[in-house]
């Protein structure tokens, strides 16, 4: 009977292995269908490339500086027999489980920095923060290390709670990203001299809203295998992630005047706020939740366009810093008792805690990415911007067979 457990829950936990790399290839088309025509392959192999990248500097390096674990040992030992390892390779399933979220930190950058940004930089950029500066705060948080939950309990009476990563993988993209954003500048056409905006329409709905729906699907894998076990599967996790999707989706959807664009990630912005609470909310702080989420992304990006002049192309400080940031506070508003919540939460060290982690993130955003700007530099020439990041670094367009008639 134990071996039957420990080989479903290995089994369980490469299923959401597997649906969160799935989301990957929404990250992607999420952007190809944002991004002009001469920038979809870039987009395409960036995210993929970045999670190469991610693979190797979190199995090396980030694994370890979260849980104090390395795979520098015998196969036998990694797979069960040696101290420390589970058996059935279960600490080498979770490795890939945890793997594909901390990819997912270059992915959403990816979105903010796309059409102008040098590709070896933000390989090394990846790099950097998949082997360092995520798994250190995902080890704070999720690892118990560094004495960062000890004295959140001891400050506020109870631990920091995300159960599937507002903070530790959306607030910590999206607020890693608005470093990248702010110092590459906007995108050559986005603004006139004076400043008013004029505007890059994506250039095919059709595949923002297939990465899109990936992504959603994806997410439930994301929410609900965030138990790491089939035992601590919950059906509460499951409904709470729906409910908050459509309520991001639907109030995106008023607020932003039926635009294509904010419908499709107003049900990515519920899903983001919910990961932190997801496990402790009642259905209908769920709700509340995706509902506040879709009106904070479309305000926050029309806001941060128009107002601010910055160029996140995707969104992705509204979408997954500021939403992120919303659903860690979330949790300890709706996952008290009072409101039908699980409890076991303080709202302080939810504040604390999210405001912790987007601290970090943003301070190393600028940091990295500012060493990279002084170095080596991050931003393609005006005459590659111009021709585009395909023809530019990949050599080739998303529709050469266009080119080649022309």
């Known amino acids: 009977m134990e071996a039957t457990q420990s080989g479903t829950d290995v089994f369980f936990v490469l299923m959401g292995a597997i649906l969160v790399f799935a989301m990957h290839a929404g990250f992607a088309f ?37 849980y104090g674990v390395s795979f520098l040992s015998s196969a036998s030992e990694i797979s069960g027999a040696g101290m420390g390892f589970a058996a059935n390779g279960f600490t080498l399933v979770k490795f890939f489980f945890l793997m594909t979220f901390a990819a997912a930190v270059p992915a959403i950058i990816s979105g903010g920095i796309a059409e102008r940004v040098r590709f070896n930089p933000q390989l090394a950029a990846s790099a950097v923060f998949v082997g360092l500066i995520y798994p250190a705060f995902e080890g704070m948080v999720w ?10 309990t001891e400050m506020f009476g109870s631990p920091f709670h995300d159960f599937a990563g507002s903070i530790v993988v959306h607030a910590m993209g999206g607020w890693l990203a608005l470093g990248a954003v702010i110092l590459l500048g906007a995108r050559r056409g986005h603004y006139r001299a004076d400043g008013r905006v004029v505007g890059i329409p994506p250039s095919n709905i059709p595949f923002l809203a297939l990465g899109s729906w990936i992504l959603c699907i994806g997410w439930f894998g994301f929410n609900v295998m965030s138990a ?3 035992a601590g599967a919950s059906g509460l996790v499951a409904v709470n992630s729906l409910l908050a999707m459509v309520g991001g989706l639907l109030a995106a959807s008023l607020v932003g005047r039926n635009d294509p664009g904010f419908v499709h990630n107003g ?5 983001v706020a919910v990961c932190a609470g997801s496990d402790i909310m009642h259905p209908l702080g769920a ?33 997954h810093g500021l939403c992120g940031l919303w659903g860690g506070i979330a949790a ?8 039908w919540g699980l409890g076991g939460v303080s709202f302080m060290a939810q504040v604390a805690g999210s405001v912790t982690g987007a601290a970090i993130g943003g301070l190393f955003g600028f940091v990295v990415y ?6 080596i530099g991050i931003r393609l020439s005006e005459e590659e911007e111009f021709i585009g990041a395909d023809l530019s670094i990949h050599k080739i367009s998303a529709y050469p067979e266009d080119d080649v008639g022309r």
């Open 228 to 230: 790491q076990e089939v």
């Open 287 to 319: 709700l509340v939740t995706g509902v506040i989420a879709g009106v904070i992304f479309v305000k926050a990006f029309l806001y941060t366009q128009n107002k601010l002049k910055v160029d996140d192309v995707l969104g992705v400080w509204p979408l």
């Open 370 to 375: 500012g060493m990279l700007k002084k170095t």
């Open 30 to 66: 999420l952007e190809v269908g944002t991004v002009r025509k001469k920038n979809q392959v870039n987009a395409l192999v960036k995210i993929i490339t970045d999670f190469a990248v991610s693979t190797l500097a979190y199995f090396f390096i980030g694994y370890t500086v979260a």
């Open 143 to 152: 690892g118990s290390r560094f004495g960062f939950q000890d004295w959140m």
């Open 332 to 339: 300890g508003i709706f996952g008290m008792e009072s409101l």
């Open 267 to 271: 049900a990515l912005a519920g899903l």
